[in-house]
Nanobody
């Protein structure tokens, strides 16, 4: 069973950037679709981005398109989320998620992922 550990969260100013990392262990990383979700206070956990097993295909939620980039390094068992042009609305706990799947698809729903990290806080404030 894969274990996920996020890092890279913190405080950023509006318009700034952060890069989140999620290190996986305990499984064959390249067999997993990877996703990022976020949960703001008082809100439901929402989809941010997902990436295919090879890293060739990615999907993004509309609020983050053109600002966030998901990528992965299968040799390092790590998935990244580069976040640019941050706004206060991006403030949330960001979670990494993994789905073991050998098909192809856009997995954007929380229930489609069986494995989750503990989350990392991102705060955007001046």
């Amino acid at each position: 069973q894969v274990q996920l550990v996020e890092s890279g969260g913190g405080l950023a100013q509006p318009g700034g950037s952060l890069r989140l990392s999620c290190a996986a262990s305990g499984g064959t990383f390249s067999s997993y679709y990877m996703g990022w979700f976020r949960q703001a206070p008082g809100k439901e956990r929402e989809f941010v981005a997902t990436i295919s097993r090879s890293g060739e295909i990615a999907y993004y939620a509309d609020p983050v398109k053109a600002r966030f980039t998901i990528s992965r390094d299968n040799a390092k068992n790590t998935v990244y989320l580069q976040m640019n042009s941050l706004t206060p609305e991006d403030t949330a706990v960001y979670y990494c998620a993994a789905r073991l799947d050998f098909s192809s698809g856009a997995f954007t729903k929380r229930g489609e992922y069986a494995h989750w990290g503990q989350g990392t806080q991102v705060t955007v404030s001046s």
